[in-house]
């Protein structure tokens, strides 16, 4: 009687509870070719770096360059994106734009070396800046121009945030990844500058305090000051390294998740999980016990067991 009443308990709790979860994978999973349908050199992107044919036929408008390879070739041949997206009107601006901010910082740097004058040497610093400020532009303006017959590049998902952090996962739609990648990497800037401040400070103390005509008076002597600035020398290079890490993280990011953009859930191999009642019990022979096969569970106790029957569809 008491058996009986567990069984019905097991048989209600399961017809009244069901548990399944599903595990869904796409079928083409194992066979799917990441060559861009347009792409008329029938490779991958990893396969060739880069090719001095392919770049110079994509500015003769010869042949379909990938983005790749036209943003390698134009950060020395500057403009040459431009060119070949058919926008050669931007030539002149960027052109005027680098050389005239560049010769204006080489002159303001003469005169601060032969004048002197803070002024000038700051002035020299933003001029340069500026310079650097159009190059990153002409990049960026190459990158966002270039067309293709295709909705989605993953190429232009890697170079949008190997230029701006961020801007990659925003091309991908996932904005959420944003402030987690900004978190790290600003946090990583923060510490790196703690610690740079931090490693000149006892590296100015060690160098007076260990000058032979010193006449250092501090509280810290040479020998504390030598550790501590190899702590925070130690700290400032971990601290470049985990900024360098995040950067290339969030880039891997942006190339990874731009390929799995497409990739679909569909329900032809699914992975059911279940409860299941074990109802098979040892028949005792001899002596021992041998246990029964029902073909669909063992159980080595004579009361009924509860458990979970995994199901591969195909």
């Known amino acids: 009687m008491k058996r009986a009443v567990q069984y019905l308990l097991a048989i209600l709790l399961l017809s009244v509870l069901p548990v399944r979860g599903y595990a869904q994978f796409r ?7 990441y060559n861009d349908d347009a792409d008329t ?9 880069f090719s001095f044919k392919e770049f110079f036929g994509g500015i003769n ?6 983005i790749g390879t036209m943003f390698a070739g134009s950060m020395v041949f500057i403009g040459a994106q431009q ?20 010769g204006m910082g080489i002159w303001m740097n003469n005169r601060y070396r032969q004048e002197g004058g803070e002024q000038f040497r700051q002035m020299s610093t933003w001029f340069f800046a500026g310079a650097g400020l159009i ?11 270039y067309k293709r017959q295709i909705p989605h590049q993953p190429g232009k998902a890697t170079l949008y945030s190997l230029l701006l952090p961020g801007l990659g996962q925003a091309y991908n739609g996932e904005y959420w990844k944003i402030p987690i990648y900004y978190g790290f990497m600003v946090g990583a800037a923060h510490f790196l500058a703690v610690n740079a401040r931090n490693y000149e400070r006892y590296r100015s103390i060690y160098n007076a305090a260990s000058a032979e005509d010193s006449t250092y008076s501090g509280n810290i002597s040479a020998a504390t000051a030598l550790e501590y600035r190899n702590i925070f020398r ?18 891997i990011d942006a190339n990874v998740f731009s390929y799995m953009g497409d990739f679909e859930i569909t329900d032809d ?6 409860p299941s009642v074990i ?36």
């Open 27 to 33: 079928e083409e999973a194992f066979q799917q070719s």
């Open 41 to 49: 050199l029938g490779r991958d992107t990893t396969d060739v770096l």
């Open 61 to 66: 408008h010869t042949q379909n360059a990938r």
């Open 83 to 102: 060119m070949h997206n058919r926008q050669y009107w931007k030539l002149p601006i960027i052109y005027t734009g680098i050389l005239g901010t560049t």
């Open 135 to 145: 190059y990153w532009g002409a990049l960026m303006d190459g990158v966002v121009n």
């Open 234 to 251: 130690r700290y400032r290079d971990y601290s470049v390294v985990a900024l360098l890490g995040f950067y290339l993280l969030q880039v």
């Open 269 to 274: 191999i699914t992975l059911q999980v279940t």
């Open 279 to 314: 109802t098979d019990r040892p028949a005792f022979t001899g002596g021992t016990y041998a246990y029964q096969n029902t073909g669909l569970h063992y159980q080595s106790g004579v009361q009924p067991g509860f458990g979970l029957r995994f199901g591969l569809t195909f």
